[in-house]
């Protein structure tokens, strides 16, 4: 049990262009789910909280306007990231939470997401 | 703003040593800890986790200790196997939040 998918696997774009990346938990319903983003040789650095029906808190320093985050459902989390650039490339992990919003359960790693901006 | 720092960056032991990964926190209010193992282009798998009122946790031939007060935790590994390769991350969570802070991670190679 517990399983979170995250969809693509691998993207590659052009500049410019936007990406969208699916975070679903499988088997359990997610109130909250958290982004991640890893560079190389980096620590997973937290970009965003969502909750299930409401906007995204964003971490210090992440542009929401850039990295727009939706949980519509229970078990759909979506990263789309606007206007790509070679800077954002990078491995971007989601987490899903099992209990109320707000509580400190514990979260559930997708697979992650590589993406690589030209 | 919690800072973790893990030490060693990189490892490199023969099979069948015990070894020992540090991790070390300074916001001592911490809520939980725990210890992830993610493989090359993949994603996180949970090890351990402590509690801030327990002392340590074991699993197989894991064991993670939680020094609260001084800010410290250790995973030791036993009787290491090359399968054991990966990075190890030590992420916590502090009383006044509820996101993991992770710290850059301990690559780990174990050779046959």
């Known amino acids: 049990g517990a399983v979170v998918s995250q969809h693509p696997s691998w993207v590659i774009c052009k500049s410019g262009t936007s990406v969208k990346i699916e975070c679903r938990s499988l088997?359990?319903?997610?109130?909250?789910m958290f982004w991640y983003r890893q560079f190389p040789k980096q620590s997973l650095m937290l970009m965003a909280t969502?909750?299930?029906?409401?906007?995204?808190?964003?971490e210090q320093g992440v542009e929401k306007d850039k990295f727009l985050i939706n949980h519509a459902s229970l078990t759909l989390s979506t990263l789309t990231v606007t206007s790509a650039h070679p800077e954002d490339s990078s491995f971007y992990i989601c987490?899903?939470?099992?209990?109320?919003?707000?509580?400190?359960?514990?979260?559930?790693f997708g697979p992650g997401t590589r993406l690589l901006v030209l | 703003k919690q800072e973790v720092t893990q030490i060693p960056a990189a490892l490199s032991v023969p099979e069948g040593e015990n070894l020992v990964l540090n991790c070390s926190f300074t916001?001592?209010?911490?809520?939980?800890l725990q210890w992830f193992r993610q493989d090359p282009g993949k994603g996180l798998t949970s090890l351990l986790l402590i509690q801030s009122s327990q002392r340590e946790q074991t699993s197989g031939r894991l064991n993670a200790s939680l020094d609260k007060s001084s800010g410290r935790s250790t995973l030791y590994i036993a009787a290491s196997q090359p399968g054991d390769s990966a990075t190890y991350l030590c992420?916590?969570?502090?009383?006044?939040?509820?996101?993991?802070?992770f710290g850059k991670g301990t690559s780990l190679l174990v050779t046959p």
């Open positions: 088997d359990f319903q997610a109130t909250t």
């Open positions: 916001d001592s209010a911490i809520y939980n």
């Open positions: 992420a916590v969570i502090v009383n006044s939040g509820y996101a993991l802070n």
């Open positions: 969502s909750n299930e029906g409401s906007k995204a808190t964003y």
């Open positions: 987490s899903a939470g099992t209990g109320l919003a707000g509580e400190r359960e514990t979260q559930y």
